[in-house]
């Protein structure tokens, strides 16, 4: 059997979310990014129907501020990290349909924009704590740079995986070769840029997610002056020459902090086992961007959550985050 990284829909025995503690990171709104990130612990766990919630705090302090705002049975741990974007940094499990295995990375601080003490090893370190097989891939690679449906179809940017800030010597091919190796990849969709000013240099998770197999979510640019509207368009015709099917996600729009266009996306959710926890801004789109999702995610919550502090450090629900799936 091949091992392979399942879709994220797939039932979780437990989930790592990195907890904000770095007032650099958050010189205004940390006191929010920390209530907004335990908000969505608790939502994750949901009262214990959801999976578990491993909340990382970087060191006791923090810890001891995670654990007086989230509800009992969020097991909160200190692990030192820099920031708290686990989805790139934590090891990606990957299973057969009966063992799994963890592979763990290289990391160089999204093209070396943001070298942190600590990122460098907290895949290993977490890694370690699973009592799982891993596997050490030496390249430069971030979780939040590829989705999959669980079929071995991934979706990824160019913008992002061919930034010659990652691996300036490996080309389309090479990456689908060594992606093939280590998460199971068989086919994949590449769209073209990420959003205006994602600091990650386009993720593709803050842009289009797949929501079943085969069925790929796109964001639909509403208003005029919507900063991503071209970028939304050319994924789209990108996706449907693929071959994939595409449902219509609304967008923000134009969204600002301090007068800059900033990466606000309803992309940015995390599918639990017992809800999926939207990103919302207290834009008009934020109820309808919860409409969307529902009909594919029955008996599951759809739960949406204010995430402007937490993009305010850059980046929201599901870049803090990163499953353990069920064996």
């Known amino acids: 059997m091949t091992?392979?990284?399942?879709?994220?829909?797939?039932?979780?025995?437990?989930?790592?979310?990195?907890?904000?503690?770095?007032?650099?990171?958050?010189?205004?709104?940390?006191?929010?990014?920390?209530?907004q990130i335990a908000a969505f612990a608790d939502a994750v766990h949901a009262g214990g129907r959801g999976e578990q919630v491993r909340l990382v705090a970087a060191d006791d302090t923090n810890a001891a501020i995670a654990r007086s705002l989230v509800g009992d049975g969020v097991i909160v741990q200190t692990e030192r990290h820099g920031d708290i974007w686990l989805r790139d940094t934590a090891p990606i499990c990957v299973h057969d349909g009966t063992h799994r295995a963890l592979v763990d990375f290289g990391f160089n601080g999204w093209g070396g924009k943001y070298v942190m003490a600590g990122d460098e090893d907290i895949g290993a370190r977490l890694a370690a704590q699973a009592d799982l097989p891993v596997t050490s891939a030496p390249w430069i690679f971030e979780g939040g740079a590829v989705d999959t449906d669980g079929t071995g179809l991934f979706v990824t940017t160019e913008q992002c995986l061919l930034n010659p800030n990652r691996n300036p010597d490996l080309d389309k091919g090479k990456i689908e070769t060594l992606l093939a190796g280590s998460l199971g990849l068989s086919d994949m969709l590449w769209l073209g840029d990420g959003l205006l000013n994602d600091h990650t240099d386009g993720h593709v998770d803050n842009l289009a997610r797949f929501v079943a197999p085969g069925v790929l979510a796109l964001p639909v640019a509403t208003d005029a002056d919507d900063p991503n509207a071209a970028v939304y368009a050319d994924a789209r015709a990108r996706a449907k020459a693929h071959g994939v099917d595409v449902c219509d996600m609304?967008?923000?729009?134009?969204?600002?902090?301090?007068?800059?266009?900033?990466?606000?996306?309803?992309?940015?959710?995390?599918?639990?086992?017992a809800a999926v926890v939207v990103p919302l801004y207290g834009r008009a789109n934020d109820q309808a961007a919860l409409d969307a999702l529902r009909p594919f995610f029955p008996g599951r919550d759809i739960v949406g959550l204010r995430s402007d502090a937490i993009l305010a450090g850059g980046g929201s629900f599901h870049c803090s985050s990163q499953q353990m799936p069920s064996a």
């Open 250 to 273: 609304p967008s923000p729009g134009c969204v600002k902090a301090d007068g800059e266009i900033i990466p606000a996306s309803y992309m940015n959710f995390y599918i639990g086992n």
């Open 3 to 35: 091992y392979r990284m399942p879709a994220e829909w797939a039932p979780h025995d437990w989930v790592w979310i990195g907890f904000p503690g770095d007032a650099n990171e958050w010189p205004a709104t940390l006191a929010d990014a920390q209530r």
